[in-house]
């Protein structure tokens, strides 16, 4: 009977690590809606078998969250206008989608070029000790607080391999 229980036992140990040497990574993308590599991250990371959250298409089935869904003239915004608007429906529906989604992964690769939400979800990641890349295919201006992330890749071949 006792060895019956040790071989459940073992059975039970060797599905959970097979489970987890299985599993693959759920991967946030951050990046500009006027990034034009962005599309091919995306793709690429899902043809490697990774779970990939898209903003620009959300689970939700919203469209993609951008700030002329609010107003046309936001970018003429006070800095009033701009806190309260925070506040507008389309923003908490986008904002609850990326926070949920941010909270399920386990990694973020950080698109450039890009702009401010997109360092700020990385940081986000970072500052949690998930795996954070950024990813730079082309010639950029260099940011010293990239050494905060686990890699910094110059390639689509390099930033597969770092997810490995």
């Known amino acids: 009977m006792l060895r019956v229980q040790r071989y459940k036992e073992f059975l039970d140990n060797r599905n959970l690590f097979l489970n987890f040497a299985l599993m693959k990574r759920k991967i946030y993308v951050a990046s500009s809606w006027r990034n034009g590599y962005y599309p091919e991250v995306v793709t690429k990371l899902r043809e490697a078998g990774y779970k990939v959250?898209?903003?620009?298409?959300?689970?939700?089935?919203?469209?993609?969250?951008?700030?002329?869904?609010?107003?046309?003239?936001?970018?003429e915004w006070s800095p009033q206008q701009y806190r309260d608007m925070l506040q507008h429906p389309y923003a908490v529906r986008q904002f609850k989608n990326d926070i949920e989604a941010m909270?399920?992964?386990?990694?973020?690769?950080?698109?450039?070029?890009?702009?401010?939400?997109?360092?700020?979800?990385?940081?986000?990641?970072?500052?949690?000790?998930?795996?954070?890349?950024?990813?730079?295919?082309?010639?950029?201006?260099?940011?010293?607080?990239?050494?905060l992330f686990n890699k910094v890749c110059c390639s689509m071949d390099e930033l597969i391999d770092a997810l490995k």
């Open 103 to 147: 909270a399920v992964c386990d990694t973020c690769v950080l698109v450039l070029p890009c702009g401010r939400s997109a360092h700020t979800e990385a940081g986000w990641f970072a500052g949690r000790g998930k795996l954070t890349i950024a990813y730079i295919p082309e010639k950029q201006e260099p940011e010293l607080m990239y050494k």
């Open 53 to 75: 959250y898209d903003f620009r298409n959300p689970p939700s089935g919203d469209p993609g969250f951008k700030w002329s869904s609010v107003s046309e003239d936001y970018m």
